[in-house]
């Protein structure tokens, strides 16, 4: 392949650059498996944030796919949940059924840990059903979209443990969204104006 090119950098202070200098239209992005960084106090590295989904909407085209997946639920959970609050993106395919208990909101913003134990599966249960599902759902449907496995996957589907997936679609237009989760930023930023003021 000639149109396929990898690059190691970190993405939450690089992507901009690469995003705005590549000679071309960027037709995929793909975040596989990221470390989930389960230690409360580290969860401020996970790499998607609202500020990556910024610089995605920006350096990304309408049409665009942005594909998120990994096999520990609590971090795929919060990619899926920031995106669906970027106002430039929308979902794609076929989603299975969200736990009605599951707010999307805590999810993103990460303010409730009750829902996932140490390993980032599902804590606690709804209903009084003897079957509980084994995670809150809203997955998308069906095998990889992109149609090539990673090792991880390979290992998942060997092993037959989930693998947890999302896809999004740039949009020309702002899509309506019910929520917006402040970012990390704007919160710091009103806890220092709210100090100053008092």
């Given amino acids: 392949l000639d149109n396929l090119h990898y690059i190691a950098c970190n993405a939450n202070t690089s992507l901009k650059v690469i995003l705005s200098t590549y000679p071309g239209p960027v037709s995929h992005v793909a975040v596989q498996f990221p470390d989930p960084q389960f230690k409360k ?6 790499v998607v944030n609202s500020g990556l989904m910024d610089v995605l909407a920006e350096g990304l085209k309408e049409g665009a796919h942005v594909f998120f997946q990994s096999d520990v639920e609590e971090a795929a959970a919060q990619m899926r949940d920031r995106a669906d609050l970027c106002e430039y993106f929308k979902r794609e395919g076929e989603y299975t059924a ?7 909101a805590a999810c993103a913003d990460g303010s409730d840990d009750s829902l996932w134990t140490n390993d980032g599966k599902r804590a606690k249960f709804s209903g009084g059903s003897d079957k509980q599902p084994a995670d809150y759902g ?7 979209p992109i149609g090539v ?4 996957e390979v290992q998942n589907t060997t092993l037959e443990e989930p693998v947890h997936r999302a896809m999004f679609v740039r949009t020309a237009q702002p899509v309506t969204k019910a929520q917006q989760v402040p970012s990390e930023e704007s919160v710091d930023a009103s806890a220092e104006d709210s100090a100053r003021s008092t």
């Fill in 41 to 46: 106090k580290h969860h401020k590295r996970r």
């Fill in 138 to 144: 809203d997955w998308l449907m069906g095998p990889n």
């Fill in 98 to 104: 969200r736990d009605e208990m599951f707010d999307a």
């Fill in 149 to 152: 496995m990673t090792e991880r």
